[in-house]
């Protein structure tokens, strides 16, 4: 009686694996298979050879090296920036008292709740006026600092016993000093939480660098692979797939070393 | 060296957190005292007195609302905790979490740019004189209780500071180690020869360990002086029942009493400490007596501990000896001279008990 | 005498002033970074939007002429932003019902710490880290009408091939079965990590009071995680209505409009055919709707925050 119910549990949990598995696994399969294969109908379900020509047909229908570029370089200044300006403002809400600070907290829980396909468009105005388009800024600048990111380490801060913050004074350290020596390093995990959480949305961010660029070689890589589905003559599914997996195998490979982390720190941002 | 002096000093939270710690008094108030240099002074009272509040604003860590700190020939109201050269112990040690052992204890010599070399020497004799030599790679998660408070002793002492302050450092620990870190605190302070200030809620760390007690409630000061003095010669009610255990047994008068020495008028009230008390079957009219019944025995090895009840209410009786007895009614009878007499205010009626004839209890 | 004693202090009073104003500034030059970030980029842009909303600019004139409240009726006017409406409204009722209906039985379900339960944690989570351009082309390619994958399977049961996102009936749902496929997985784990708090001492004494599986779940495990559902409910509309992605890629909000939402309709008008003063009122609209969640969401997360102190 018990076997069979552990029989039926796992079956049942390879279906919903499957049911996981199943588009990445296909979109593997199609990255393979031959444009003949791809049309096929019923479909082929295993690619007869497994070459790279899909990937390099998909890398070079575009400028896909200038894709790639602009999505590391602008997801890294990304990253760059919250960390600096993350910290001492979430050290400042969390431990300091100033007049406005209220205020200055409502804005902060505004901003992360203000969707951006909210304010695309007076942004969109904002970068066009200064001429901005098609340059790294648009990209950059409205995700220089991180609400979220200030929200989560505040969390953090305000768990620090005040008294070793005391200890430090006592102890002569400048208020610098104990953001650095104290605050940052028990905070520590959650600046990676943080900054994993900002590294996956920008790189995977598909509508802001669709708003904010014209130009081919201004765009993201995500923009790119989007871009291969709307050929005149027919979807080549094929080399579509191989772009997918272009993008997708890195966040995976990512996703499976750091996954506790990244399971965390997408879970807490639920939780708290 | 240099004594520390507060005068005058009251605190005043502002509106938003009083209204959580006290809704409606002053946290301090005008409170004056002088902590002599070298002594060992333990700010005693109970929970909310203001004592910690007191302690932090000598630190610097609570600004003053009205009054001076003096440290030594200074008024230090505005120097920045760090520029007071003083040391403080917490009670939850406040080790900081991320560094050694080893960097835990050099840490506030690194800040003022004391010479590598130094601080290396500095740090290998404290963690000696603390035991804690073995741990010095360790991060304070993996050390035990009394292991950290000794990081945190360590730390103190490194600093060879002109004033050590002590905020219920000992009352994270078990029984034991407790008092095994009293004996410690006590001959630190013997070897340091330096200004101890220790804040405490429990009376019998202060007794043992303090040789001032500065004894505050509702941030007042009710007494000050050596225990000695607190025990034998409390100011007021207050102190009575609260230094010693149990505490003293005041007997509320109703009516005129008329006593050898005295007479003692409706309002005022009798004191008397339950280790001076006797039981008896019969009474003696050589001693102050009360016909009474006993309600509870607890045997305590030692000691005999009987709760009585008599027309004044229940009172403690604390014997060496335990009294056995078939009777109903015992008497408790007390010397005249343990007597302590109150007013209607609760302030102690000086002069009438031979206390007074005791030595005095000076300060060292 | 006097004279020399007073010199000391009379120096060294301004310079205790003086640094305790450059402290008083210490707080504001640590959060101004950020506070420029958000003013510029998501409070200006906001307060000009409110502004475009009320007028009809054409992107090139200088001055902005006053329209009063005209975007705003003609937006109740207009079939396409009506319909957006109603679809957003659909989209977000029924996928967020499809997320707490899974991931909760889901979550109860996964809920254990053995080798095989945590591996189909992982992966179920997966979907969750991928870009949202490649969800939308892999499913695009898997409803594809002529030989995708989703018309093979239903042709095994004997079916006609149904199109997924060709028929106006059919693309909003189709375009829900995607989004649940990507977010379910983060919910559950969510659920999981609410599961895992619930003190184990309940389910002891539920289990030496003999209670059934069922009655431990209904009187104990819900009740424990219902703030955690609160929560994925209200996060899930949220995330519901900002929906972009999968429609700009598989559907194009069509076809005939029919899965044209909210910020998709915001899209088109302002960004595609630049009618920038009846878009910035649909966004207003928008933000007010976004508003009432966010103060239902605060009043949620304000009870958490006063449990945690």
């Known amino acids: 009686m018990k076997k069979s119910l552990k029989g039926v549990e796992y079956s049942l949990l390879a279906i919903v694996m499957l049911l996981i598995a199943f588009p990445f696994l296909w979109m593997l399969s199609a990255s393979f298979q031959t444009y003949i294969e791809i049309i096929a109908t019923p479909p082929t379900w295993f690619p007869s050879s497994f070459d790279l020509s899909n990937f390099m047909a998909a890398w070079q229908s575009g400028p896909f090296l200038t894709y790639t570029m602009n999505s590391v370089v602008t997801t890294f200044v990304v990253l760059v920036l919250q960390f600096i300006t993350m910290i001492p403002a979430a050290y400042a809400f969390a431990r300091l008292e100033f007049k406005g600070k209220n205020i200055c907290w409502s804005i902060t829980i505004i901003c992360l709740m203000i969707p951006m396909q909210l304010i695309f468009l007076p942004n969109y105005l904002l970068f066009s006026q200064w001429g901005m388009i098609d340059t790294y800024w648009p990209l950059i600048l409205p995700f220089a600092t991180s609400a979220f990111g200030i929200f989560m380490l505040r969390q953090s801060f305000k768990q620090i016993p005040e008294e070793i913050i005391e200890s430090a004074r006592l102890d002569n350290a400048s208020e610098w000093k104990i953001i650095r020596t104290i605050f940052i390093p028990v905070a520590k995990p959650t600046i990676i939480t943080v900054l994993l959480f900002t590294f996956i949305s920008r790189w995977n961010d598909y509508f802001w660098p669709l708003v904010m660029t014209t130009a081919e070689d201004a765009r993201t890589l995500p923009m790119g692979v989007a871009l291969l589905r709307t050929t005149d003559a027919g979807v080549p599914w094929n080399e579509v797939m191989a772009a997918n997996v272009i993008l997708v195998i890195p966040i995976l490979i990512v996703y499976f070393i750091a996954q506790d982390k990244i399971i965390k720190a997408f879970t807490y941002t639920g939780i708290k | ?364 | 005498m006097s004279t020399i004693n007073n010199m000391p202090s009379a120096n060294v009073a301004p310079r205790v002033r003086q640094r305790k104003w450059q402290q008083a500034l210490v707080p504001y030059a640590l959060i101004f970074p950020a506070m420029l970030v958000f003013g510029l980029f998501f409070i200006a842009p906001l307060v000009f939007m409110g502004i475009l909303s009320f007028s009809k600019w054409n992107l090139i004139s200088d001055d902005i002429p006053w329209v009063g409240f005209a975007n705003y009726q003609a937006l109740l006017q207009d079939a396409v932003f009506l319909e957006a409406l109603t679809n957003t409204l659909m989209y977000t009722a029924i996928y967020v019902i499809a997320i707490v209906g899974i991931s909760i039985p889901l979550g109860v379900w996964l809920n254990k710490n053995t080798l095989i339960h945590r591996i189909a944690q992982a992966a179920i989570f997966s979907p969750h880290v991928i870009s949202l351009v490649s969800v939308a082309m892999i499913w695009m390619f898997i409803m594809d009408p002529t030989n995708g994958v989703l018309n093979v399977v239903v042709s095994w049961f004997g079916a006609e091939g149904i199109g997924w996102l060709t028929n106006p009936q059919i693309a909003l749902y189709s375009l829900i079965i995607v989004t649940v496929w990507k977010g379910v997985g983060y919910y559950t784990i969510i659920v999981i990590a609410a599961l895992a708090a619930v003190p184990k001492t309940l389910y002891e004494a539920a289990a030496l009071d003999r209670a059934s599986a069922w009655r431990t779940f209904t009187r104990i495990t819900v009740p424990a995680i219902t703030p955690t559902i609160y929560f994925v409910i209200i996060i899930n509309i949220i995330n519901a209505i900002q929906t972009f992605e999968t429609i700009n890629i598989m559907t194009q909000g069509g076809p005939i409009n029919s899965t044209t939402t909210l910020v998709y309709y915001i899209y088109e008008e302002g960004f595609l055919n630049f009618d920038i003063g009846p878009a910035s009122a649909a966004g207003m609209i928008l933000l007010g709707i976004l508003m009432i969640l966010t103060y239902f969401y605060f009043r949620l997360l304000g009870r958490k925050v006063q449990y945690e102190q």
């Open chain 2, 1 to 364: 060296m240099a004594d520390v002096k507060l005068v005058n000093i009251s605190k005043d939270y502002d509106q938003k957190v009083r209204k959580k710690k006290q809704p409606t008094k002053k946290a301090v108030e005008d409170i004056n005292f002088v902590i002599p240099s070298g002594s060992f002074t333990v700010i005693v009272g109970p929970s909310g007195c203001g004592k910690s509040t007191t302690l932090r604003m000598i630190a610097g860590l609570e600004a003053v609302t009205e009054g001076e700190v003096w440290i030594g020939d200074r008024i230090v109201n505005d120097v920045k905790p760090g520029d007071r050269n003083i040391a403080m112990v917490f009670q939850n040690y406040a080790l900081y979490p991320t560094m050694t052992v080893y960097k835990n204890i050099s840490f506030g010599l690194e800040n003022i740019g004391v010479p590598k070399k130094e601080i290396d020497a500095r740090v290998q004799q404290v963690a000696t004189l603390v035991n804690l030599s073995a741990y010095l790679d360790r991060k304070p998660h993996q050390l035990s209780g009394g292991q950290r408070q000794r990081v945190a002793l360590a730390r103190a002492i490194v600093k060879r500071p002109d004033l050590y302050i002590f905020d219920e450092p000992l009352s994270n620990l078990d029984a034991k180690l407790r008092a095994e870190m009293r004996n410690e605190l006590i001959n630190m302070h013997k070897e340091l020869q330096t200004t101890f200030i220790y804040v405490t809620h429990d009376q019998v760390e202060a007794m043992s360990m303090a040789d001032q007690i500065i004894l505050l409630n509702e941030g007042n000061v009710m007494q000050i002086g050596s225990p000695m003095e607190l025990y034998h010669r409390p100011q007021n009610i207050f102190v009575a029942t609260f230094m010693g255990t149990p505490a003293m047994n005041i007997l509320p008068v109703t009516e005129v009493i008329s006593l050898v020495h005295q007479t003692v008028k409706p309002g005022e009230s009798i004191g008397y400490r339950p280790e001076k008390a006797r039981l008896s079957e019969q009474p003696n009219d050589d001693f102050f007596w009360v016909k009474s019944e006993i309600v509870t025995t607890e045997l305590l090895g030692s000691e005999t501990l009987y709760r009585v009840k008599n027309k004044f209410g229940e009172q403690h009786v604390k014997l060496t000896e335990p009294f056995i007895s078939t009777a109903r009614d015992v008497y408790v009878f007390v010397k005249h001279e343990d007597l302590y007499f109150f007013d209607e205010n609760g302030e102690r009626l000086e002069g009438v008990n031979t206390h007074e004839h005791h030595q005095q209890y000076a300060l060292r």
